[in-house]
């Protein structure tokens, strides 16, 4: 009960909060270089997570109904008859079973859904690595700044080197 509220609530926030407008198809590049990609392969590492945490709720949830269900048999062995068609006999204990097996099958379906979430946040993180593939060409000069010298005679100072342009 507590994975499905979780879940109306997770959707009811994603339906209410603004979400940023996509631009258009003729519209240039962003100039802090965000993308769609860029938002999607978080918002997919954050579903996975969530799923994940649903999913473990659920399992945790299951353990602890097939727990009480063993600890009433083990209490009355007389109720856990079981059936020619593999069902209690004991109505009471054939719901609980059903129980089990519904939070154990959300269990399972969150955790497939986590691990989707996983690998589809894994291809989007690799699309956004793609671009330029060399870097911007930013000259180094060597004989401007802060650095150590060392001396002839083995000492090492720490210096600061001003260009200078000559006339």
């Not at 997570?49 to 009355?76: K, M, P, Q, W, Y």
């Not at 060597?142 to 006339?167: C, H, I, L, N, Q």
């Amino acid at each position: 009960m507590r994975t499905h509220l979780a879940l109306r609530g997770a959707l009811a926030a994603a339906l209410v909060l603004p979400a940023p407008a996509l631009g258009q198809a003729g519209e240039p590049p962003r100039p802090d270089g965000a993308s769609v990609i860029s938002y999607a392969k978080w918002g997919a590492l954050g579903a996975a997570v969530t799923a994940g945490v649903i999913g473990f709720s659920a399992h945790r949830d299951a353990d602890e109904l097939f727990t009480n269900l063993e600890a009433l048999c083990e209490a009355d062995a007389a109720r856990c008859v079981v059936g020619p068609a593999g069902s209690y006999l004991d109505a009471d204990l054939e719901g609980r079973y059903r129980d089990v097996l519904d939070a154990d099958s959300r269990a399972r379906t969150a955790l497939i859904v986590s691990q989707v979430a996983v690998a589809a946040s894994l291809a989007l993180f690799l699309l956004d690595l793609g671009g330029d593939s060399e870097p911007d060409n930013v000259p180094y000069d060597p004989d401007r700044g802060f650095g150590f010298r060392s001396g002839a005679d083995g000492r090492t100072e720490f210096v600061y080197v001003m260009p200078w342009k000559g006339f």
